[in-house]
Structure formats: C-alpha cells, structure tokens
C-alpha cells in the first residue's frame, strides 16, 4: 500500500522549504513524515489514507470545543457572509488551515 502522507510529503518539499509551512514541524530534526490531514470533526482527524487520529494538541488551546462544532461553524459561517463588504477579509478567510 502507498502511503499517501509520503507521497504528499515528497511533493510539497518540491515547492515549500522543509516540505511544511511551519520551521517548528519541519521534521527533519525529529524524522518521519508529518500527517496530511483530509478531515477532522469532534476529538479526531484522519489522514490521507484515512487513519483516525485522537488530536491530543487541538490546536494547542484554540480549539477547546474540537474541530467543526456546530456553534463555531455557524459563527464563521455569519461573519463570512459580511467580508463581501470588506475585500481583505476575503483573503484572510482562506490562510492557513482549519486545524490551526
């Protein structure tokens, strides 16, 4: 079976130094291959070959009520329907990833 984490790995050290976007899990000082996640909701997330995961960091804090809580997703959901007026929220709106 292919493992699908090191294939997107060796992909994105191609066009992002350390194959990350973050120097703290560049992963050459503490080897392996970093998980791509595909999805998250609630405590877990999965793969990109579809391994559940518990997220024991959530975030480191942020995310207290886990990944997709309704409440926070209908939140984000309102204040994205206003950035229309205000075009850099836009943009902001799609930096980083969900589980950050």
């Not at 994105?12 to 050459?28: C, D, E, T």
């Not at 595909?38 to 024991?56: M, Q, T």
């Not at 997703?73 to 929220?89: D, G, N, T």
Request: with cysteine; charged share 20%; glycine share 8%.
């Amino acid at each position: 079976m292919t493992d699908l984490n090191q294939t997107l790995f060796d992909r994105a050290r191609l066009v992002i130094p350390g194959g990350v976007n973050s120097p703290v899990r560049a992963f050459r000082a503490v080897g392996g291959t970093p998980r791509f996640v595909k999805r998250s909701h609630g405590a877990y997330f999965w793969d990109a070959n579809d391994k559940r995961y518990i997220d024991y960091i959530n975030s480191w804090g942020p995310m207290i009520l886990g990944h997709g809580h309704p409440a926070v997703v209908e939140a984000v959901q309102k204040a994205y329907a206003h950035c229309s007026r205000v075009p850099w929220l836009v943009h902001l709106a799609f930096c980083g990833f969900p589980q950050e």
